[in-house]
Each structure stands twice: as C-alpha cells, then as structure tokens.
C-alpha cells in the first residue's frame, strides 16, 4: 500500500476559519494569561514558564536549526533551559547558556543536580550590559550555529538592546525567538500591567526590523493560532 506524503495546510488570512481562529486565540489567551495557565506545567520536574503550544513551536526550530549554542536570557525557575537542554540531548549535539540578571540560589541548586546541567552554562548579570555580552561572546566560536531565545525583561526598550546585541550571535538560516510578543495587546486588554501598552516585545521587533534588514519575521511559526508569541520568530535571512 502506497501511503501519501506527509502535507502541512497552511492557514491564510482568505481562508475563511482564519478570522474565527484569530478570534478564539485572543479569548484563550485572556483567559489564559488571567488565570495563569502557564505557570501550571513542569518539564523533566522544572517548572517551565510557557504554553505547551509555545513549546512546541520552539522544539521545531531548535531540530531544524541543531544549533551549537541557545542562548536564553530570563532563567525563572530554569524550566525551559532543561527543556531546551533535553532536545539537545535528543539530538546529540550543543549547550544551553542561561543568562538571569539574578539567579536565585535555590532554583540555581536545583538546576545543577539536575541530570540535563552537563548542557547548561549559567550566567549571572544584565542580559544587555557590555560585561556579559563579552562573555558570551567569549564562549562562542565564530562559526558556532547560535539560536537566541529573549525571555527576560518585556520592556521594549529592554528587548531591543537585546535584539541589537544578540542578533550579531545569530547566523544565516537561525532564528532570535522573542517571547511574549503579546503583552502590550494583552494590556490594552486589561490583563497586562497597562506600562506596556505600546511597550512590549511586539513593538521592539517593529523597531528593530527598520533597524535590521538582516532578519524577517517567519510566519510558518504563527499556525498554531494559540500562543504567547505571535510574529516572535524573527530569521536571518542575510
């Protein structure tokens, strides 16, 4: 028997369930930022602050790109660093480096008896000061294949110094994944602090697009509809 091959549908805005979709995504994502959905799931016993759509969605770049290096700044309870790490192990291949302006001694004990920190390096500083992006730097070869993932500060002011300083760890065909690129629509809202309303991640991308012609917003990563991080996928296209 001759089995067809695998096809992936691609939802167009012409699509006639696309303005429907885009409509129960903004309700899931009220209700789930409310109620505080993404903190109620652990990976490999680590609390891990995202949705699992998200997840999914950064598990596919990370096997497509097998980078050497995924660089996260904003460590929590350090869930998403294993997680991170478990599909490097799965693949065989690279090291997660966690920055935290304050990585706190409990959650940093936690992570270092885990079975996955051979993977992990921590490092303990402002992700957008010259002293730790000398540090990475330091860490990281030339030609190492770098995937970036922003997570830490939502400002946009802050997101963009780390736009501007880790896109130059990131090349060819690799991505910077920005997170939460959500947040300033979730404040107007009424479910984010209203600061960031015309403030968050979604407008620092905007601003750094016009800066940066090396880089494109990837729409394959918005099909899922339910997610935190909606045109958050940004790949070097030069």
């Not at 602050?49 to 904003?74: F, M, R």
């Not at 991080?229 to 070097?236: H, I, M, Q, T």
């Amino acid at each position: 028997m001759k089995h067809s091959p695998l096809r992936k549908y691609v939802l167009t805005k012409e699509n006639k369930d696309y303005d429907k979709l885009s409509e129960i995504s903004l309700c899931w994502a009220k209700a789930s930022i409310e109620n505080k959905l993404s903190y109620e799931i652990d990976w490999l016993g680590i609390p891990v602050i995202q949705s699992p759509e998200d997840l999914i969605l950064v598990q596919q770049v990370i096997y497509n790109v097998a980078p050497d290096y995924v660089i996260e700044t904003g460590v929590a309870h350090g869930g998403s660093l294993i997680f991170y790490a478990s599909i490097l192990e799965a693949i065989g291949h690279g090291t997660v480096i966690g920055i935290d302006i304050d990585i706190r001694k409990h959650n940093r004990q936690i992570l270092e008896k885990h079975r996955l920190f051979k993977r992990i390096e921590l490092i303990e500083g402002d992700s957008t000061s010259q002293e730790v992006g000398e540090t990475v730097r330091k860490k990281i070869s030339p030609r190492s294949k770098v995937l970036v993932c922003l997570d830490s500060n939502h400002y946009k002011d802050h997101v963009l110094k780390e736009l501007e300083i880790y896109s130059n760890f990131v090349g060819i065909g690799s991505y910077i994944v920005v997170f939460d690129t959500i947040t300033s629509l979730m404040s107007e809202h009424g479910v984010c602090d209203p600061s960031y309303i015309n403030n968050g991640p979604r407008e620092a991308i905007d601003v750094f697009l016009q800066q940066n012609q090396n880089f494109r917003i990837d729409g394959e990563f918005n099909k899922l509809f339910v997610s935190y991080s909606p045109d958050g996928y940004l790949k070097r296209i030069s």
